[in-house]
């Protein structure tokens, strides 16, 4: 009896022996395919399966699947990668819009006026490589995976991990399991001619679901015996469905991928497919929907899932929080791939230096400030913990761009300028590393020119070369270019004027910050202006009112933080201009030297869609002020205008003259939906002669102005209507605008 017993016990200990082995030769592997914004649809999938305690032993992932597979890989919980997603701004992660204040004021003002940018090369144009170069992408991976830095094998991170991405030279499947995490899920995401590729281990790699979107076999081959799959892959569409030739080129491109899925749903243990039909790969402004979708999915597989998790005697250990980085101790800069751009210069393009510690946004700032130049195909940053432990090494690998001549495009319509189509020819490198020449031809019902060389030096003091040709007609006031003694000979209100100015300038720059510039420079202005209303005798043509030449000595000092020349909605700005006019050919023999002072400060604030922007302007002259043809004269609306014109809603361009002025605009602008703004202005001003003089500058406002307009932001500049009204004059004026002012 004893023996038996003894006997009964050996066998019940061997089975839970083998039970326990059993249990614990389970190890579950976690396979994330692509699908663009579907793949947000993985969150909602891995909140479930934290929910029910799975340890999920291996990672596997491809494009949209690798970014959260390795946000899961590198410790963050489902719920902590649906709150990082939260406030992610896709269109800005997508489009590669870097930040204004990443571009110096040459840079802005060289890139706030053309809608198509084309290398250029022995004249023929090539296309860029792809819409965007990934930078806010890696710069946004990096942040979050910071915390893992140090871990170059990924099967050490907190979850074993790897992704895939594709050769684009051989077109085979190139398995990424070691070096930067950022850079390879850069890569496993870099979708064909929307991002460009990715050079790692000298491979040029694209997103992996070109050859490789459901890595499962792969995932099995590193010993995994329990698979997990999410797929929010496209099904083929209909013949309903395929209304277009973009549809019709994505169905040839799923052939591959979903006949392969009808082998790997097979050979997943738990195959989880969200239903995501009505979303498409950019619908990132649902990912509220997907998210909760793919979570539905998860939950109708519950019972398979809480299995796994049953037959698991390791148990998932508790996730650690994982604190935002708010600052970073720089202990030393490697810079590798610079050759035409010197160490120096990068270095001040960062605008910070080694042994200093900086917030972390201050350091995303640095590396747009440096990819914002144009003249580096890619700016690769990489974070490492230095050796002493005090801080981190910045490592960077820079490929300079070959790319030194661009053909850009942009077309115009204003009611002062008429249509007008821009091209550009921008050179670099011309005569120095850090140079850059531009030149604007303008056609269309006024032809004009802008041409600027510049050396860029940075903090240092910059070196410009302007010259500019403007010309337009415009029907105006009398009052607006004649003397009081000349109006006595006149019988006319309005003259049909046409204006020609030709300036040149030479000049330093340098920048007290990136957005804090002093200029200094000397300028020569030819200016003419005639009208064929009205003529001395019956043998001219034309009555000349001006045909002189201008030498001018000026100063700038300008601070701009606004995040959006068009439609800010945070920012102060402060513009200063100084001309000190020294000599003049003196056509209408009445020169005496004088100076034109002039300010403009602005602020803008905004509470969730709506902004609003608070502007004042003000200028005066200095001296003997004998002729009318520099003194500011307001009216008309837009950007850019030349000499001292000033825009002022309620009135035609050129309406109201004075040697001085005073004016004060508030804009309410509500952005109805995304780029699409609905904007209300009032202005007041008082203009005339010598008013800071008089005191007439701090009375009641003489003008005023209001303006009701639509606005929409697209590739080519703003298109807007506006109508406008002022109380004095008592008449409606329609102002349209089309694409970016130049």
Partial sequence: MKQLLLLILFFFTLVGFSQEANQQEVRVGLVLSGGGAKGLAHIGVLKVIDSLGIKVDYIAGTSMGAIVGSLYASGYSGKDIDSIFEDVDFDKIINDNLPRAA????????????????????????????????????????????????????????????????????????????????????????????????????????????????????????????????????DLATRDELKSAPDILLQINNYRTINDMKEKAKKTDVYIKPDITEYTVISFNDGDKIIKNGELAAIKKRDALGKIASMQTQKKESFETIKPIDSVKINSILIDGNEKYTRAYVLGKLKFKQEETIKYSRLVEGVNNLSATNNFESVIHQLKTSSDKSGYDLYFTLKESSQRTFLKLGIHYDDLYKSAALINLTRKQLLFNNDVVSFDFILGDNIRYNFEYYIDKGFYWSIGLLSRFNQFEKNIPVSALLTDEDLADIDVNKLDVELNDFTNQFY?????????????????????????????????????????????????????????????????????????????????????????????????????????????????????D??????????????????????????????????????????????????????????YANVADNIFDTGEWITSPNYSGYALGYSLETFLGPIEAKYSWSPEIKTGIWYFNLGFWF
């Fill in 103 to 234: 571009k110096t004021f040459y840079e802005r003002d060289n890139s706030e006026k053309y809608a198509v940018t084309l290398p250029f090369d022995k004249f023929k144009l090539k296309l860029p490589s792809a819409l965007s170069r990934g930078q806010n992408t890696l710069s946004l991976l990096s942040k979050l995976t910071l915390h893992v830095c140090d871990v170059e094998d990924f099967s050490k991170l907190p979850i074993p991990f790897f992704c895939i991405a594709t050769n684009v030279e051989t077109g085979k499947a190139v398995i990424l399991d070691k070096g930067s995490l950022p850079q390879a899920i850069t890569a496993s995401g870099a979708f064909p001619s929307l991002f460009q590729p990715v050079i790692i281990d000298d491979q040029i790699l694209i997103d992996g679901g070109v050859v490789n979107n459901y890595p499962i076999d792969e995932l099995k081959a590193k010993g995994m015996n329990v698979i997990i799959g999410v797929d929010v892959q496209d």
């Fill in 508 to 624: 330093l720059q340098t920048l007290f910050r990136k957005d804090f510039a002093l200029t200094l420079g000397a300028e020569h202005k030819r200016l003419k202006i005639l009208s064929e209303t009205i003529t001395p005798n019956a043998n001219d043509d034309a009555t000349i009112f001006e045909n002189s030449d201008y030498l001018s000595l000026f100063g700038k000092l300008k601070f701009d933080t606004y995040d959006n020349k068009y439609f800010p909605n945070e920012g102060i700005l402060f513009d200063g201009d100084f001309h000190l006019y020294l000599y003049s050919s003196d056509f209408n023999n009445n020169f005496s030297e004088y100076s034109i002072a002039k300010a403009t400060i602005g602020y803008t604030h905004s509470f969730g869609n709506f902004s609003t922007n608070l502007t004042t302007q003000g200028g005066f002259t200095i001296g003997e």
């Fill in 626 to 683: 004998t002729s009318p043809y520099l003194n500011f004269v307001l009216g008309g609306y837009g950007n850019n205008l030349i000499n001292n014109f000033k825009s002022f809603y309620g009135y035609d361009y050129l309406s109201i003259p004075g040697n001085s002025f005073v004016k004060g605009v508030i804009t309410f602008d509500y952005e109805l939906f995304k780029k699409h703004h609905i904007n209300f202005a009032a202005n």
